[in-house]
């Protein structure tokens, strides 16, 4: 079982908001990151330290921390955001992790 | 522009040793900015990570293949590199290297190579 919890798919149309939650119970003192990986490449890192999108990033893209729980969103998903999200920051006892991931669908 | 390439054996036999390099361009693994790491991803499933080191600081691992891994740094050749020993059928996976800020709480991964597939198999 994962200590970062994330739904293992989020389907939405194209131009509708997307949300990809990661629940753990470090997420009130440690940052948490998002990956997009699309298929069979390399994951990208999407957002650092909750909420910084990185450079390159789109501005649709964003991130949000409350309690237990972090959240990417994309606002007006398209196409070719579609693939896999990863959320990363720490187990229990500080040592790194990632969660399940969760793939997303926009059609 | 920074750039990682792994590069290693395709395939490894059960019980011997992994052993891949990443090489760095654009960058130098001597900086004081930056770790280097790695992250495999078994084939069909998610990302685990193995584990990050510098030039000057000490290895740091997933505990759970602590007793199996070594990252180590070659200067000279702009080099990382990853052991990991007696390697079973749960070793197989895409291997990526990638670059750690070292001003960060944890060791995330800013940057990545485009990975390589390693089979364990007889």
């Known amino acids: 079982s994962y200590e970062l919890t994330q739904p293992p798919s989020v389907s939405v149309s194209p131009g509708q908001t997307a949300r990809i939650t990661c629940s753990g119970d470090v997420l009130p003192r440690k940052y948490a990151y998002w990956y997009h990986q699309r298929s069979g490449q390399a994951p990208v890192l999407v957002i650092s330290e909750d909420d910084k999108r990185h450079p390159g990033i789109p501005e649709r893209f964003s991130g949000s921390s409350s309690g237990t729980m972090a959240t990417l969103i994309i606002s007006g998903a398209q196409v070719e955001d579609e693939g896999d999200y990863y959320c990363y920051s720490t187990d229990s006892s500080g040592n790194p992790m990632f969660g399940g991931g969760t793939k997303l669908t926009v059609l | 522009q920074l750039q990682l390439q792994e590069s290693g054996p395709g395939v490894v036999k059960p019980s011997e040793t992994l052993s891949l390099t990443c090489t760095v361009s654009?960058?130098?693994?001597?900086?004081?900015?930056?770790?280097w790491g790695w992250v495999r991803q078994p084939p069909e499933k998610g990302l685990e990570w193995i584990g990050s080191?510098?030039?000057?600081?000490?290895?740091y691992y997933n505990l759970s293949l602590k007793s199996r891994v070594s990252i180590s740094i070659d200067t000279s050749k702009n080099q990382f590199s990853l052991t990991v020993t007696s390697v079973t059928a749960a070793d197989t996976a895409v291997y990526y290297c990638?670059?750690?800020?070292?001003?960060?709480?944890?060791?995330?991964?800013?940057?990545w190579g485009r990975g390589t597939l390693v089979t364990v198999s007889s």
């Open positions: 654009g960058d130098s693994v001597a900086t004081s900015s930056y770790y």
């Open positions: 990638a670059r750690v800020p070292i001003m960060s709480t944890i060791n995330y991964f800013d940057y």
């Open positions: 080191g510098g030039y000057s600081g000490n290895p």
